[in-house]
């Protein structure tokens, strides 16, 4: 629920004392600890038919799935037989709240017209920001509405508008109750603050993790949407326009990867054996690419599969690609080497871009191959061999981005096709550990240790000339504030905004931060999301700014049996037929 | 121990709250008396069919879950339910199955517990906590759509649990009134 609190200054002032009101006794350690891993290898370019570290998960995956898609079927069987009945009409529908019992602030409205029909939906928000709206992109006769964004704990007012193709509308205002939150989600309180709603790009925060919550949250900080099993932390809200959400190991081991509608409904099922961590992208509309572990070290594997088969199609091991032997966050010996954190696909091309949290770098690769066109990072430590795909930084006010997350590609900025903009969230743990002066002197006592910070940064890479520039900023005031040592994202909104992401650490206790700012550097909305559970630690790591409603998500196609991709040899390998 | 419960109207559906591959839940009530009903009780009525399956009381409700953080770290996180003093929990298995397209809703607020002395207590406002112990629920919204079977939960005081309770379902229609044995 939205808080009562005016939260008016949270960014510099009020926002420090609600972090420190946040401390509480336990603490979790922000960046990611290496991961027990097992020695047996599975062979790389497809299935192992070694099992994975611990198999019985992979167990407990396969009957969870099973009882989803077992129950689904149930449901979309009854909503169907409700449907064929015809008793329903838009003056009289049946509406069902959570149909598939994961979603609770979602509904469908089902209903007959004697003539095809175009649905549109308004789900009335506490202003005009914070309402839901969709138009079904299918003229229908059979309608299954879902209803997405509304309040819990409350009676929801939805219309629907019905247009025939002669341009006649019937228009139906149903209230719609929904329960109150969860004990899970009211451990959260998200606190906000909107400064410039003029300004303030349309559409719900999707974190991709909230605790171990999948969420989203209005301007005002009240929830419209939320998932209460459990997932892991990556996430693909943007897989035409349904979600692809996982289960299972961080590190090498078994996972199930659903795609999902905001109600809930399955759409398909995959299996990897390689773990997910941090990026599932959606990659040239058919594939998806993820982050994942293989062998003695983790967190440094690519690979891709095929959402129409199931199968994995392509694996790149990133010790093949870059350089192992050099000091990063994590020690050269250490199994998380490199911290993959994002892999982002460069549009019209083969390539991709890579980032590594450890190792300081965001590396321009083709895929497969894992070829190298540029590297952007700090200089230090590198071989040779790698030395000659560093971009060089050019303008007096450049700064090297340290332990970085989430970068993206940005639209074309200057009309030079020579050029790339990227953005990215700017951690800076390891900021001022190159400069072995400085740190000297503070060994020596003669300084005191730099104030850490984070940023979000735009650098502008002429990939022709190997130069890399420094366009925009935001964050180096913010100081220790602001500090997010292990995680945070940055954003292009459609408005030209900017949305930042910090998780950061206060007295050992973990809340998330998220900023909406102008390119003047004016904040136009930010939110604090904190948890009162015992240990007070909020889990948080990217959020994406949307429309609930995107392509894709206005159909709810209960006839559509959901695929289950499992392969038949993994099944086979645990005892399943 | 209260663990997973299964119920007899549809074991698939029995694990609503099952425990996912990235976490394992324990859930444990305070001293509960758990009285399964010998055979289930069925009663149809004009929209729909109530089945009771079973009952018990617990005085407290207690349990960890598992889950798996950013970082790949398990850890707990430890849950804890408990009535107003001098009261207990109420949980009632039962199946509330629509029989017609059409039908009314299936309303809570017509749903009651009352004793031998009429003294009656609805359905908790909020028992979304069963959830959290691992006990598949029925949603505490109208009901307007097929088999819904799982737990409900009444606070009411130790005095009344130790006696004969029924459940009423009450509507213009009629009513029906099932006996917790």
């Given at each position: ?70 129950h689904?079927?149930e449901v979309d069987a009854g909503l169907a037989k409700e449907l064929a009945s015809g008793v329903y009409t838009l003056d009289d529908p049946l509406v069902v709240v959570d149909p598939y019992g ?5 509904a469908v409205v089902l209903f007959r ?29 059979d309608h299954v509405v879902?209803v ?7 009676t929801?007012?939805v ?13 139906k205002?149903l209230g719609i109750a929904t329960e ?378 209960i ?19 | ?6 119920s007899r109207l549809a074991?698939?559906r029995?694990?609503l ?20 009903t010998?055979a289930p009780d069925v009663r149809t009525e004009t929209d729909w069919t109530l089945t009771l399956l079973s009952h ?36 009632v298995e039962i199946g509330v199955v629509k029989n017609k397209a059409g039908a009314a809703a299936f309303r809570w607020a017509d749903v009651r517990v009352e ?5 009656s207590?609805s359905r908790?406002?909020?028992d ?8 598949p629920r029925v949603k505490s919204t109208d009901l307007t759509f097929g088999t819904n079977d799982g737990f409900i939960c009444f ?11 029924y459940l009423v379902h009450e509507t213009a229609a009629g009513m029906t009134r099932l006996a917790l044995?």
């Open positions: 629920m939205p808080s009562a609190i005016p939260v008016r200054t949270l960014v510099p002032g009020v926002l420090a004392v609600l972090l420190l009101a946040a401390v509480c006794a336990f603490s979790l350690a922000t960046s990611s600890s290496p991961v027990p891993i097992d020695a047996a290898k599975p062979s790389l370019g497809g299935l192992s038919p070694t099992l994975p570290p611990d198999s019985s998960p992979a167990v407990a995956l396969f009957d969870e799935a099973d009882r989803r898609l077992a689904q079927a994961v979603s609770p602030l979602t017209t004697a003539t095809p029909t175009v649905v549109s939906v308004h789900v009335a928000g506490d202003d005009v920001l914070s309402s839901v709206d969709a138009t079904l992109t299918d003229s229908e006769t879902p997405y964004g509304l309040y819990a704990g409350r929801n007012e219309t629907l508008d019905s247009r025939d193709g002669q341009g006649s509308t019937t228009t205002t109150p939150e969860n004990q899970d989600l009211a451990n959260l309180t998200v606190q906000t603050d909107l400064r410039r709603p003029d300004l303030y790009q349309p559409g719900l925060n999707f974190p991709y993790a909230m605790d171990m919550f999948k969420t989203a949250y209005d301007e005002n900080g009240a929830f419209r949407w939320y998932l209460k099993d459990w997932y892991l932390i990556p996430t693909d809200f943007t897989f035409h326009g349904h979600f692809i959400v996982s289960e299972g190991a961080v590190s090498e081991g078994a996972v199930l990867l659903y795609e999902i509608d905001p109600l809930g409904r399955i759409y398909r099922v995959l299996y990897t054996p390689y773990g997910a961590h941090h990026e599932i992208l959606t990659y040239k509309e058919d594939r998806l690419l993820l982050a994942g572990s293989s062998g003695a070290t983790v967190e440094d594997l690519v690979y891709e599969i095929s959402p129409d088969t199931g199968k994995i199609l392509q694996t790149l091991d990133l010790k093949t690609v870059l350089q192992r032997s050099r000091p990063g966050l994590a020690a050269v010996d250490s199994p998380d080497w490199l911290h993959l954190n994002a892999i982002v696909e460069v549009p019209g091309t083969d390539d991709i871009l890579i980032s590594s949290r450890h190792q300081s770098v965001v590396a321009r690769i083709a895929w497969p191959s894992g070829a190298i066109d540029w590297m952007l990072a700090p200089p230090y430590d590198w071989s040779f061999l790698f030395q000659k795909f560093l971009l060089k930084p050019t303008g007096s006010d450049f700064a090297y981005a340290f332990n970085q997350h989430a970068p993206e590609i940005l639209p074309d900025q200057d009309g030079n096709p020579d050029t790339m903009d990227i953005l990215l969230f700017d951690n800076g743990d390891q900021r001022f550990a190159y400069d072995k002066d400085l740190q000297r002197r503070i060994l020596a006592n003669e300084v005191v240790a730099p104030t850490p910070y984070s940023r979000l940064v735009q650098y502008r890479i002429d990939e022709k000339a190997g130069t890399v520039a420094r366009i925009w900023e935001y964050g180096k005031d913010t100081g220790s504030l602001l500090y997010s040592d292990g995680r945070g994202d940055a954003d292009l909104l459609a408005n030209g905004t900017i949305l930042g992401t910090y998780a950061v650490t206060h007295d050992k206790v973990l809340s998330g931060v998220v900023l909406e700012v102008s390119r003047a550097g004016e904040i136009v909305w930010q939110s604090l999301a904190t948890s009162k559970s015992a240990d007070g630690t909020l889990e948080t790591y990217r959020t994406l700014r949307m429309s609930i409603y995107e392509p894709g998500t206005t159909e709810t196609r006839s559509t049996p959901a695929l289950d991709l499992i392969p038949e040899e993994v099944l086979a390998k645990y005892g399943r037929s | 121990m209260a663990d997973r419960r299964t074991p698939l029995a694990v709250a099952a425990a996912l591959a990235s976490c394992a839940v324990l859930a444990s009530c305070a001293a509960p008396s758990a009285t399964p010998p018990e009381s617990a005085d407290d409700l207690s349990g960890t879950k598992a889950a798996v953080l950013y970082d790949g770290q398990k850890v707990d996180t430890t849950y804890a339910q408990k009535p107003e003093s001098g009261n207990t929990f109420l949980l004793d031998r002395a009429g003294n207590w908790m406002a909020n979304t906590f069963l959830e959290n112990f691992n006990f606070e009411i005081p130790k005095s009344a649990a130790a006696g004969p309770l044995r």
